[in-house]
């Protein structure tokens, strides 16, 4: 088995918001486990703390590729992997890396200006002779990571690399 891990699995809205969460989780948790009694205060220090370690799982895992006999994109924890999923492959060896810019648009107030959030993600997919775009194999969030994932495919797996820009 061949495995590369590549980022976190979690883009970066999902991770600020489970940050926060992990700081008022960690603070109920501790506020209902020393400071309080009762049986109520000790069901919510349990559920504070299964919450807990929820978030911190997801703020700790991470996406990769996977090899054995056939492709799958892999998620791991500390480097172990825990999940993989199967990339669907239409019979095609070449693959290509497509650029995609989300934008997101914040309205404040109508006195300061509109403010966007921007980001792009590097998404490496199938695609026939024809040209037509198949099966997604990962996306990634820098391009560092696609350019990784490339490299690995194209050296494991046989696989044919074309660029499009």
Same mark, same amino acid.
């Given at each position: 088995m061949k495995k590369i891990i590549l980022e976190r699995n979690v883009n970066y809205a999902l991770w600020e918001n489970l940050m926060y969460s992990i700081v008022f989780l960690? !603070? %109920? %948790?501790?506020? *209902?486990? /020393?400071?309080?009694?009762?049986s109520l205060a000790h069901k919510f220090s349990i559920l504070f703390g299964i919450l807990? @370690? +929820?978030? @911190? /799982?997801?703020?700790?895992s991470k996406k990769g590729l996977v090899i054995t006999n056939k492709l799958y994109r892999g &998620? /791991? =924890?500390?480097?172990?992997?825990y999940w993989k999923k199967e990339v669907k492959?239409?019979?095609?060896?070449?693959?290509t890396l497509l650029i995609k810019k989300h934008r997101q648009k914040y309205i404040r107030s109508y006195k300061e200006p509109n403010w966007e &959030?921007? @980001?792009?993600? %590097?998404?490496?997919c199938f695609f026939d002779n024809d040209? !037509? +775009?198949?099966d997604k194999? =990962? +996306?990634?969030? $820098? $391009?560092a990571? *696609?350019? $990784? !994932?490339i490299d690995f495919l194209t050296k494991y797996q046989l696989l044919e690399f074309k660029s499009l820009y």
């Open positions: 960690s !603070a %109920f %948790f501790i506020g *209902a486990t /020393f400071f309080s009694t009762g807990l @370690l +929820i978030c @911190l /799982f997801f703020i700790l &998620y /791991f =924890i500390f480097g172990f992997l492959n239409p019979l095609s060896t070449t693959f &959030y921007s @980001l792009e993600s %590097f998404e490496l040209g !037509a +775009i198949r194999i =990962i +996306i990634c969030s $820098k $391009k990571s *696609a350019d $990784k !994932a």
